[in-house]
């Protein structure tokens, strides 16, 4: 069963930056598309990066392009979302699920979420 848990949220300050983790048990990353995504309060969820699986491209919401990285390079079974210059808007819960295709997110697996705050 894709158990997935992300961690690496907390406060920071605008221009700040955070790195958060989702790592992955019971299969392999290797074998899914990775999406991230956030929640704002009161707002919709919303994706902000994915990545197919065999090395495809990344992509971004127009919101975080330039400022977040969604690194090729990571630990077995582990991604990490590179978020830098982060601004108030970038305040919310951030999940990472594993599906087949950034194409398609029902039936996807997510994690639990982790919190990120941006404030002085």
């Known amino acids: 069963q894709v158990q997935l848990v992300e961690s690496g949220g907390g406060l920071v300050q605008p221009g700040g930056s955070l790195r958060l983790s989702c790592a992955a048990s019971?299969?392999?990353?290797?074998?899914?598309?990775i999406g991230w995504f956030r929640q704002a309060p009161g707002k919709e969820r919303e994706r902000i990066s994915c990545r197919n699986s065999l090395g495809g491209s990344t992509s971004y919401a127009e919101s975080v392009k330039g400022r977040f990285i969604f690194p090729r390079d990571n630990a077995k079974n582990t991604r990490y979302l590179q978020m830098n210059s982060l601004k108030p808007d970038d305040t919310g819960i951030y999940y990472c699920?594993?599906?087949?295709?950034?194409?398609?997110?029902?039936?996807?697996?997510w994690g639990q979420g982790t919190h990120v705050t941006v404030s002085s």
């Open positions: 019971g299969v392999s990353l290797d074998d899914y598309a």
């Open positions: 699920a594993a599906t087949y295709t950034c194409s398609d997110f029902q039936g996807a697996r």
